[in-house]
């Protein structure tokens, strides 16, 4: 069973770096040759949806 990181990597084609943070989340940084730059992405812990949601409206 691949883990997040691989899944993310495969599916985003990306070098992607964890980037340590004092959080519950996970974050990760890197060239994605899918989108042709670099990318950020940031994994939620389930429990906190509605935290993602909050975050998604203020970035929109």
Do not use: C, W
């Amino acid at each position: 069973m691949e883990s997040q990181h691989e899944t993310l990597v495969r599916l985003l084609q990306a070098d992607l770096v964890p980037i340590a943070h004092v959080s519950f989340n996970q974050m990760y940084t890197g060239y994605s040759r899918r989108y042709g730059t670099v990318i950020f992405v940031k994994v939620f812990v389930p429990d906190r949806e509605r935290k993602f949601r909050t975050e998604q409206q203020v970035t929109a």
